[in-house]
């Protein structure tokens, strides 16, 4: 079988289940901007349906798309020269995923580890949707034969299990169809933790809004958060062995090293031998001066929604000369009818 080339295209999603925190900015959507350019045909979507697998207030849901568009072209993606989208205007998103469900297996599912985060002990009565959110995921990428994917450390095994499909639909259809996708795990902030639990991710949905930075916080709010931060009352160490075992502190220190393009140890040569107290007060003044301008932008977006949604639709017409040839070629490839 001759190898196919793919075109190199990035394709990424944040869900619209609530604002945008510090974690979907450093460990996404800065990197998506990073990633446009003359490399990449790049493709970014508010994954609504992936939302909807636990439960959204449908006003908040429209809301939290178009705020989440917002940010990122507030961050710096240009809607011209990147595809913006929500997913459920793209429907071969969904078709797509069908086909993935009859594809992965049961066991590949059970062994997610953010199913079983999400689900807790309350696996009977969540959505089946949160279940196969992975297989969806798989064709939000594979429907555009997306070669790099851009995400925060949390998505990783959902990203080889993207592989898992295409070489499975690939072996059993005895196609070189889907590529083999190559996830884009990069830079000192892939996990951004909580500012009150330095073993728990940084997260939209955490019920604890003092644990996470929003986009949309003003600069006193994000100065409180920084200075409530739980750290430990040693001194910041000067070399990046000195973070082992310190969990917030290594947080923190990764926030500033993303914030400021540096690396953990170019931040550790400048503020080792610190306390937190002198520390903090210079991470808050950094994050308010990266910060401020995207929610101001975002604030000046928001008060146009008809602008955001003309983006999305046109956005979604471009997506769809990709997918629609891509879904209609998998029908084939699978042997259904189609029109003639
Ligand atoms: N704390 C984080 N650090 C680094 N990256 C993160 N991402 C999310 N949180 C962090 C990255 O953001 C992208 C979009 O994530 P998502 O919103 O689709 O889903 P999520 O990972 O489940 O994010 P949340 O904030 O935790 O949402 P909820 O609370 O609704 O579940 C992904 O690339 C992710 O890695």
Redesign the pocket.
Known sequence: MTKTTFTPRVF????P??GL????Y????KRFVDMQGPDFETIYCM?DL??IS?WQDPTDLAHNTRELCAGFIAAGIDPEKSILINQSQVPEHAQLGWIFNCVARMGWMQRMT?FKD?AGKNAQNVSLGLFGYPALMAADILVYHATHV??????KQHLELTRDIAAKFNHDYKVDFFPMTEPVIEGA?????SLRDGSK??????PSDAS?INMTDDADTIAKKIRKAKTDPDALPSEADGLKDRPEARNLVNIYAALSDSSVDQVLAEVGGKQFGAFKPMLAELAVAKLSPISGEMARLMAEPDEIDRILSKGSLRAREITAPILRKTYDIVGMVGPV
């Open positions: 990424s999603g944040i869900q289940s609530g925190t510090l974690g979907n450093l460990g996404a959507i994954v992936h939302a636990t953010q999400k851009p995400v925060g450390e949390d998505q902030a892939t996990r951004v933790m991710k940084m997260s939209k949905s955490d996470r």
